[in-house]
């Protein structure tokens, strides 16, 4: 029995089904819910259904397929000991068709035994699902605006912006595959100081002058300044001021087109490019404090207007309007968050830097001051990044002189690898980058591990073909029953929860290391299973089976990698 408490696991929700044909944890979890529901409405055991049944699989196979700690649960609400409760539910599911034993163990749990081929019987139903196993409803009907990368349009997309673009693209691919309508967004600040400073900087090189102290250095400044200069003739003859406005002008848009392209070939693609000059030339900042005044959440102090923030958990007010009669950031951010619900978004999530943390506070408030909900406002703060060779931080990039951009960790192992490596560390975890690792094509590189086990399962496929054998239409996957072969099976059905609960969690860097840890699985099988016949030994029913295993891992690998972004390569 596995007596370890499934901490940290994601809930197994909904149970209507009592018998059982192919196993995966969700659809045994919603067989152990209604024995709960029949024990009760018998009146074995006082107490509410559950809304939710945690399933392991036991790391010894001695302890079953599967297990659960759901008697633990009921037991304080039942007044009842945790055995009398396990062994009335146990009763209820040894009549369910497709289980062979239920035992209690220890204190309580209960260890559920499979009836022979209804583990297998998953390897049909992942083949038959094709990319569309993994999938789940937990957010049918959710409309996401997930926010990320929206760097100052000043230079390349940086490693952090990298992250954030990895991270946040991977995200959005894990809440749609749970059934949300997500539109991926990227917000331009084209507005203020940092613009400014952009402005300057092209003019100064231009004339061949040193970048201002409080500018942007680098090679791509005096390319975009060259630029200017060849289709503006006369530009460095006008006055400084109207020449920086030209610089102004088309200087951003040249760096925003580099940006977009970057994330593209990223494999990165935004639904919406907003930029906060709009909210500006549209009035909605002027409306938005306006209505703020309106409704009494600004007063005015010191010559500048100010949010009452502090009254909706905020650490202190902020100001709105600046005692120079400008807006300040947080006017636009807020009227930038109006506009999102006002375009029918119901969840509104940010994947911000670790410089952030104050945006959380006043975000919310903004909302609460207008009335809304801040629950619809959910940010996630990234932490650093870095790129290490030879054991030593690398510091200097390519064309910004003082920065590693997204392009230059690209051009040093390719886009499968720079995305895997920076998808697989949690968000809010600072994360280093080996590309000495990255470009090894060894098992200790992880996303060549994880491509390699798909190319090798391609390369089995094929062969079997070139040996005249074919999967069938009516395998007989109870022959599955080498502990390997249910090692590999169990981790199978496990996928569907693990991109359940890298939606819930917003944790998309749980996929990876599933990824990982089931080619370790396959690889331990195909060690102790030989899948295709030697010499002139002919093709068997195991054999078949044995395909059918193999095909739905290739799936399911392929399935996992989709969702990073990531190439499945048939050959390497």
């Given at each position: 029995m596995s007596?370890?408490?499934a901490?940290?696991?994601?809930?197994?929700r909904?149970?209507?089904?009592?018998?059982?044909?192919?196993?995966?944890p969700?659809?045994?979890?919603?067989?152990?819910s209604?024995a709960?529901?029949?024990?009760?409405d018998?009146?074995?055991?006082a107490?509410?259904r559950p809304?939710e049944?945690v399933?392991e699989?036991p790391?010894?196979r001695?302890?079953?397929?599967y297990?659960?700690?759901?008697?633990?649960r009921?037991a304080?609400?039942?007044?009842?000991s945790?055995?009398?409760?396990a062994e009335a539910?146990a009763?209820r599911?040894r009549t369910t068709?497709g289980i062979?034993a239920?035992?209690?163990?220890?204190p309580?749990?209960?260890n559920?035994?499979?009836?022979?081929?209804?583990?297998?019987q998953?390897?049909?139903?992942i083949?038959?699902?094709?990319?569309?196993y993994?999938?789940?409803?937990?957010?049918d009907g959710r409309?996401?605006?997930l926010?990320f990368?929206?760097a100052?349009?000043?230079g390349?997309?940086?490693?952090?912006?990298?992250r954030?673009?990895?991270i946040?693209?991977?995200l959005a691919?894990?809440l749609?595959a749970q059934?949300?309508?997500?539109?991926?967004e990227?917000?331009?600040?084209?507005?203020?100081?940092?613009i400014?400073?952009?402005?300057?900087?092209?003019?100064?090189?231009a004339?061949?002058e040193?970048?201002p102290?409080?500018g942007?250095?680098?090679?791509?400044?005096?390319?975009?300044?060259?630029?200017?200069?060849?289709?503006?003739?006369?530009?460095l003859d006008?006055p400084?001021d109207?020449a920086?406005?030209?610089?102004?002008?088309?200087?951003?848009?040249?760096?925003?087109d580099?940006v977009?392209t970057s994330l593209?070939a990223f494999r990165?693609d935004?639904?919406?490019?907003f930029?906060?000059?709009?909210?500006?030339?549209?009035?909605?900042?002027d409306?938005?404090v306006?209505q703020?005044?309106d409704v009494?959440?600004?007063?005015?102090?010191d010559?500048?207007w100010?949010?009452?923030?502090?009254?909706?958990?905020?650490?202190?007010d902020?100001v709105?309007?600046?005692?120079?009669?400008?807006?300040?950031y947080?006017a636009?951010?807020i009227?930038?968050a109006?506009?999102k619900?006002?375009?029918?978004?119901?969840?509104c999530i940010?994947?911000?830097?670790a410089?952030?943390?104050?945006?959380i506070?006043?975000l919310k408030?903004g909302a609460?001051?207008l009335?809304?909900?801040?629950?619809?406002?959910?940010?996630?703060?990234?932490?650093?990044v870095r790129?290490?060779?030879?054991?030593q931080?690398?510091?200097m990039?390519?064309?910004?002189?003082?920065?590693?951009?997204?392009d230059?960790?690209?051009e040093?192992?390719?886009v499968?690898a720079?995305?895997?490596?920076?998808e697989?560390?949690?968000i809010?975890?600072?994360?280093?980058v080996?590309?000495?690792v990255?470009?090894?094509?060894t098992n200790?590189?992880?996303v060549?591990?994880?491509?390699?086990a798909h190319a090798?399962?391609?390369?089995?496929?094929?062969n079997?073909?070139a040996?005249g054998?074919a999967?069938?239409?009516?395998?007989?996957l109870?022959?599955?029953?080498?502990?390997?072969?249910?090692?590999?099976?169990?981790?199978?059905?496990e996928?569907?929860?693990i991109?359940?609960?890298?939606?819930?969690?917003?944790?998309?860097h749980?996929?990876p290391h599933?990824?990982?840890?089931?080619a370790?699985i396959?690889h331990r099988f195909?060690?102790?299973?030989?899948?295709l016949?030697?010499g002139?030994?002919p093709?068997?029913?195991?054999?078949?089976?044995?395909?059918?295993?193999?095909?739905?891992?290739?799936?399911v690998l392929a399935?996992?990698l989709?969702?990073?972004?990531?190439t499945?390569p048939?050959?390497m």
């Amino acid at each position: 029995m596995s007596r370890r408490r499934a901490t940290g696991r994601p809930a197994i929700r909904g149970a209507q089904p009592t018998n059982i044909h192919q196993v995966n944890p969700a659809e045994l979890a919603a067989a152990v819910s209604a024995a709960v529901a029949a024990c009760l409405d018998a009146g074995d055991f006082a107490g509410t259904r559950p809304d939710e049944v945690v399933i392991e699989r036991p790391k010894n196979r001695d302890h079953g397929d599967y297990a659960t700690n759901v008697a633990l649960r009921l037991a304080k609400g039942a007044g009842r000991s945790p055995r009398e409760i396990a062994e009335a539910i146990a009763a209820r599911l040894r009549t369910t068709d497709g289980i062979a034993a239920v035992d209690v163990a220890g204190p309580g749990f209960l260890n559920i035994t499979l009836a022979a081929g209804t583990l297998g019987q998953l390897a049909r139903v992942i083949v038959e699902a094709g990319e569309a196993y993994g999938n789940g409803e937990s957010l049918d009907g959710r409309r996401i605006n997930l926010e990320f990368v929206s760097a100052n349009p000043t230079g390349p997309v940086t490693l952090a912006g990298a992250r954030w673009a990895a991270i946040g693209d991977s995200l959005a691919r894990v809440l749609t595959a749970q059934g949300a309508a997500v539109t991926r967004e990227y917000y331009f600040n084209d507005h203020g100081v940092q613009i400014d400073r952009f402005a300057r900087s092209l003019l100064a090189r231009a004339h061949g002058e040193p970048t201002p102290d409080d500018g942007y250095p680098g090679e791509y400044v005096d390319e975009i300044a060259a630029a200017i200069v060849a289709k503006v003739p006369g530009v460095l003859d006008l006055p400084r001021d109207d020449a920086q406005e030209v610089f102004r002008r088309e200087g951003v848009p040249i760096m925003f087109d580099e940006v977009k392209t970057s994330l593209v070939a990223f494999r990165v693609d935004f639904d919406v490019y907003f930029l906060e000059s709009s909210l500006h030339e549209s009035g909605a900042v002027d409306k938005l404090v306006q209505q703020l005044k309106d409704v009494g959440k600004i007063y005015f102090a010191d010559g500048a207007w100010w949010l009452n923030s502090s009254e909706y958990g905020d650490d202190k007010d902020r100001v709105v309007i600046k005692s120079d009669g400008r807006p300040a950031y947080i006017a636009a951010d807020i009227a930038y968050a109006a506009d999102k619900r006002a375009r029918g978004f119901d969840l509104c999530i940010y994947l911000l830097g670790a410089d952030h943390h104050g945006y959380i506070g006043r975000l919310k408030a903004g909302a609460a001051a207008l009335g809304d909900d801040p629950s619809a406002f959910e940010v996630l703060i990234g932490q650093i990044v870095r790129l290490v060779k030879d054991g030593q931080p690398v510091r200097m990039g390519k064309r910004t002189g003082n920065v590693i951009t997204m392009d230059d960790l690209v051009e040093a192992v390719g886009v499968d690898a720079a995305r895997y490596s920076l998808e697989r560390g949690a968000i809010d975890s600072a994360l280093d980058v080996d590309v000495d690792v990255l470009v090894r094509r060894t098992n200790d590189n992880p996303v060549y591990y994880v491509q390699y086990a798909h190319a090798r399962l391609s390369s089995l496929q094929r062969n079997a073909a070139a040996l005249g054998i074919a999967r069938t239409a009516e395998p007989d996957l109870a022959l599955l029953t080498h502990e390997r072969e249910a090692d590999l099976l169990g981790a199978l059905g496990e996928f569907p929860r693990i991109v359940a609960s890298a939606a819930e969690l917003r944790a998309p860097h749980r996929i990876p290391h599933y990824l990982e840890g089931l080619a370790g699985i396959y690889h331990r099988f195909y060690d102790a299973c030989r899948v295709l016949p030697q010499g002139d030994e002919p093709a068997t029913p195991l054999t078949d089976a044995r395909l059918w295993l193999c095909e739905a891992t290739r799936v399911v690998l392929a399935n996992g990698l989709a969702m990073l972004g990531v190439t499945a390569p048939e050959r390497m």
